[in-house]
């Protein structure tokens, strides 16, 4: 006759982090000046947009 394993009962956790940013949230940034510094009031329409973008 084969003896029986013992009983574990299933445990479930649950673990709280709280994060200063969101994960992504402080991945990116945008940075509205121009070259000189100046922030512009009013959006510039073109036909083409072929500027680079700091990322």
């Known amino acids: 006759m084969k003896k ?3 009983y574990i009962a299933p ?3 649950a ?10 949230a402080g ?3 945008a940075r509205p000046e121009d070259s000189n510094g100046q922030v512009s009031e ?3 329409l073109g036909d083409n947009d072929s500027r680079t973008i700091d990322w």
């Open 42 to 44: 009013q959006w510039d």
């Open 15 to 24: 673990h709280l982090i709280e994060l200063e940013q969101g994960i992504a």
């Open 4 to 6: 029986k394993m013992a």
């Open 27 to 29: 991945s990116a940034s």
């Open 11 to 13: 445990e479930v956790r």
